[in-house]
Nanobody, 126 residues
Framework: QVQLVESGGGLVQAGGSLRLSCAASGRTFASYAVGWFRQAPGKEREFVAAINWSGGSTYYADSVKGRFTISRDNAKNTVYLQMSSLKPEDTAVYYC???????????????????WGQGTQVTVSS
């Protein structure tokens, strides 16, 4: 089992920045890829970013590429999502998740993630 807790969400003006954290406990967190997803009201959960077990490879949705940065600190069992140049359309509940499936193709598909946090709200005002 892996337990995940997100933090760092809040209200920010367009153009601002936030850093989300995902703290993990339980099984060997450092062995698995971690993804960030988001879900806005009435919309399907969508992929935002993912990072492989070592932090050596990262993946981004086109909508956030160049604005968001995912990173991890395995010594602290924590993954981060630095969000900059935020837009109102970034407003959503953000979730971190762990997948025990290896291979980058799995990272984009929320159905292949095994453990989820409770989510943190990000609201970007115009």
């Amino acid at each position: 089992q892996v337990q995940l807790v997100e933090s760092g969400g809040g209200l920010v003006q367009a153009g601002g920045s936030l850093r989300l954290s995902c703290a993990a406990s339980g099984r060997t967190f450092a062995s698995y890829a971690v993804g960030w997803f988001r879900q806005a009201p009435g919309k399907e959960r969508e992929f935002v970013a993912a990072i492989n077990w070592s932090g050596g490879s990262t993946y981004y949705a086109d909508s956030v590429k160049g604005r968001f940065t995912i990173s991890r600190d395995n010594a602290k069992n924590t993954v981060y999502l630095q969000m900059s140049s935020l837009k109102p359309e970034d407003t959503a509940v953000y979730y971190c998740a762990v997948t025990t499936t290896y291979g980058s193709r799995a990272y984009y598909n929320y159905r292949l993630y095994d453990y989820w946090g409770q989510g943190t709200q990000v609201t970007v005002s115009s």
